[in-house]
Structures are given as structure tokens and as C-alpha cells.
């Protein structure tokens, strides 16, 4: 049997022990309205490609810069958003439980990416997340003043590198997520559902797209009593074309087999009233019960990126 066959089955043998023991819990009659708060967190699960193919260059920002760099960019922007966001005088507040995995640098596997303490406990909260960035760099960021604006230089904080090698394994990067998520279900059965942030090129390596699909299903049936898992999937594309952000259909996105692909494996929002308000602050009123999905194709704006993150966490979160 090949190594890759063994960790396969060696996998699929944890997901389904890990699954079982969750499936008893009853979604509640309204979901997606649990307080997201210290002792009742959500969960961010960020998948992370690092295939050979994100070595491709992108037009990211009016620069040319490798998928892997943008890549990079986006996932230590919103890192450094969501910390400035929990931050308060005495600290980060450990309102989110993170998750980092990378799949493609070593071939036919992912892996997590930041070292915690505890082997059998992967997460790393938020109060923690300062403690694991690698670096910083300066920058210069334009503020406005009473008098106008102001150029300043400020430091921002490394959390990831780019890389790009190897093949994309993004089907056990799935299911390594899904293990995970279970069990951190298992801890915080009553919490708002976990996010999961797939950030690829699209171009999977160990799967069809029948097989694909199924896996992305399985991960977004998992849920806490408050709602099913959501998977959002954020498409960096070397092709020029239109920008894409929450579609509500496959018309929106350009004639592309991946971005047709991650489409179809991204979560519909819920039609629920408190994304209805969230998403009527970010992008163009909803038309009937058509609600978007959750996908994002080679936005450019972290602005944007940062008010995706914000769907279901802001206006259930006191802070």
C-alpha cells in the first residue's frame, strides 16, 4: 500500500469516528444567532494552497506578484484585522479559535501550520495569535487627520509566508478540516457555526470534481445546534477578467472550470435576517429569496475580503 493510500485511509478512519459523535446534535429552530463571546467562540479555519501552480503571476493590487504572494497578502491581512478587532486594553479577547492548514508543499498532503503547545489540540485562540506571527514589516499606511490625511510608516505582522510547490492536495485538506472541525464541535457544541476559508488557484490534484464536490458537501453538513459549517471559497485566478464577490449565480463569474468548480463547493448564505442586514451593508440588495454564495474570485480589496469575514460574526458578537 502506498503512503499516500495509507494516510488516506489512516484519515478516513478518524473522520468517521470524529463525525459520530456529533451527529446526535439538533440544530436549534433559528440558527446562525449564537453570541460569539470568551467562553462560547467561534471557529476560523483557513486552508491554505501551496501547490507548485501558486507560483503563477497575478495583477494583485496594481502589482505583479506570484498567487502565492497575494495569497499571502490576503490571509495576513485578515489576520491582522480580526486581532485589531478583539483587542481591547487588556489585550486580545478570545473570541475566535484559529485554524491554519497548508496543502500542496509536500505532495498528496496537508499540514497544519503553526506549532501549539498541545499536539492533540491543533487551535490557536486568538488571545495566542499575536505569539505565533514569524515577522513584521514596515509600511506606509495613509490616515485621515482633522487637517487632511497622513502618511505614516506602522508595523504589520507576518503570520504566513508565500509558497508555492508540490501538487494540491485540496480534497485531504478538506477532510483534514472536517476531522478537526468535529472535534472541536465535540468542546463547543452550542457555539455559531465554523468558517472555513479556502484560498486556491482551483486547481485540485487528488480528486474529480464528483469527489471534490461530495467532500465539500460532507464538511458543510457538520454543524454546532446553531447551524451548518460555511465554506467560503476565495478564487485567486491568473486569468484577467471581472472581479467576482458573493455571486448569486454562475453568470457573475467568468467562463472558468475552477471557479465553476469552487462555486458549487461554497456555502449559500442562510436567509436569515441578520445576514440579510450584513450583506445589505457590503454588497447590492438581495432580489427575493436568491441568496449569495460564499465565494470571492480574485478580489483585490482586502476591504472586501475583511467584510466577508464580518458575515455572521460582527452583529452576533458584543464586544
Not at 60 to 74: E, R
Request: proline share 5%; aromatic share 6%; net charge negative.
Amino acid at each position: 500500500m502506498s503512503i499516500i493510500k495509507t494516510q488516506t485511509t489512516a484519515l478516513s478512519s478518524q473522520l468517521s469516528a470524529s463525525l459520530a459523535e456529533i451527529q446526535s446534535l439538533v440544530l436549534n429552530p433559528k440558527t446562525y444567532v449564537a453570541e460569539i463571546s470568551r467562553t462560547t467562540p467561534t471557529a476560523l479555519v483557513f486552508l491554505i494552497d501551496q501547490s507548485g501552480s501558486m507560483g503563477n503571476i497575478i495583477t494583485h493590487n496594481g502589482q505583479s506578484i506570484t498567487l502565492a504572494q497575494a495569497l499571502a497578502n490576503v490571509v495576513n491581512g485578515l489576520l491582522d484585522e480580526l486581532l485589531l478587532s478583539v483587542t481591547r486594553n487588556e489585550g486580545a479577547r478570545g473570541y475566535f479559535d484559529l485554524l491554519m492548514i497548508g496543502y500542496g508543499k509536500k505532495n498528496g498532503e496537508c499540514q497544519l501550520m503553526w506549532d501549539t503547545t498541545d499536539p492533540a489540540n491543533p487551535w490557536v485562540n486568538t488571545t495566542d495569535l499575536e505569539a505565533h506571527k514569524i515577522s513584521e514589516i514596515e509600511v506606509e499606511e495613509t490616515r485621515k487627520t482633522r487637517s487632511g490625511t497622513q502618511t505614516i510608516q506602522v508595523k504589520k505582522p507576518i503570520w504566513i509566508e508565500a509558497v508555492a510547490s508540490g501538487q494540491t492536495p485540496m480534497q485531504h485538506a478538506l477532510n483534514t478540516a472536517t476531522m478537526h472541525i468535529a472535534n472541536w464541535i465535540k468542546r463547543y457544541p452550542n457555539s455559531f457555526p465554523p468558517i472555513v476559508f479556502n484560498i486556491t488557484d482551483g486547481a485540485a490534484t487528488d480528486a474529480d470534481n464528483d469527489h471534490l464536490l461530495a467532500t465539500a458537501y460532507r464538511l458543510k453538513q457538520v454543524h454546532t445546534t446553531d447551524g451548518n459549517v460555511l465554506l467560503f471559497n476565495i478564487h485567486l485566478s491568473p486569468n484577467e477578467g471581472d472581479e467576482a464577490f458573493l455571486p448569486t449565480s454562475l453568470a457573475e463569474l467568468p467562463s472558468d472550470d475552477y471557479a465553476k468548480q469552487l462555486y458549487e463547493m461554497s456555502s449559500v448564505l442562510p436567509d436569515t435576517p441578520m445576514f440579510r442586514a450584513r450583506l445589505a451593508d457590503i454588497c447590492a440588495p438581495i432580489q427575493g429569496n436568491n441568496m449569495p454564495v460564499a465565494m470571492a474570485y480574485n478580489v483585490s480589496e482586502m476591504t472586501k475580503i475583511w467584510r466577508l469575514l464580518q458575515i455572521g460574526t460582527i452583529r452576533t458578537q458584543r464586544i
